[in-house]
C-alpha cells in the first residue's frame, strides 16, 4: 500500500487548511486511515483517524476544531483543520491500516505563524 499525502503548508494562526492522503495498491475494504502527527522535540501522535464504516476518533487536543472524512471510492482521507494555532505546528503522516498492517505516507509539513 503507497500513501500520498498533500496540503500541508504555512498558515497564519486562526487559519485552516485541508490535509487530502490517497492510499493505493492492495486495498482491503476494511480498514482506518487516519493522520498523526510529531512536532519538533516530541513524540509523534494520533490526530484523528476512520475506519471505512466511518467511525471517527480525535485527540482531545483537536476536537471540534478538525474534521476528518474519508472517500472510500478513491481510497482517500482528509483531514479539515480550522482555528489552527502554534501548537499544531508539525509534519502530519497519513495512515492505513488493515489485517495487522499499518503503513505510513510521507508526511507532509504543516506550520502555523504569523
Known amino acids: 500500500v503507497q500513501l500520498q499525502a498533500s496540503g500541508g503548508g504555512l498558515v497564519q494562526p486562526g487559519g485552516s487548511l485541508r490535509l487530502s492522503c490517497a492510499a493505493s495498491?492492495?486495498?482491503?475494504?476494511?480498514?482506518?486511515m487516519g493522520w498523526y502527527r510529531q512536532a519538533p522535540g516530541k513524540q509523534r501522535e494520533l490526530v484523528a483517524d476512520i475506519s471505512s464504516g466511518g467511525s471517527t476518533s480525535y485527540a482531545n487536543s483537536v476536537l471540534g476544531r478538525f474534521t476528518i472524512s474519508r472517500d472510500n471510492g478513491k481510497n482517500t482521507v482528509y483531514l479539515q483543520m480550522n482555528s489552527l494555532n502554534a501548537e499544531d505546528t508539525a509534519v502530519y503522516y497519513c495512515?492505513?491500516?488493515?489485517?495487522?498492517?499499518?503503513?505510513w505516507g510521507q508526511g507532509t509539513q504543516v506550520t502555523v505563524s504569523s
Open positions: 495512515t492505513y491500516a488493515s489485517r495487522g498492517s499499518k503503513y
Open positions: 495498491g492492495s486495498i482491503y475494504r476494511i480498514n482506518v
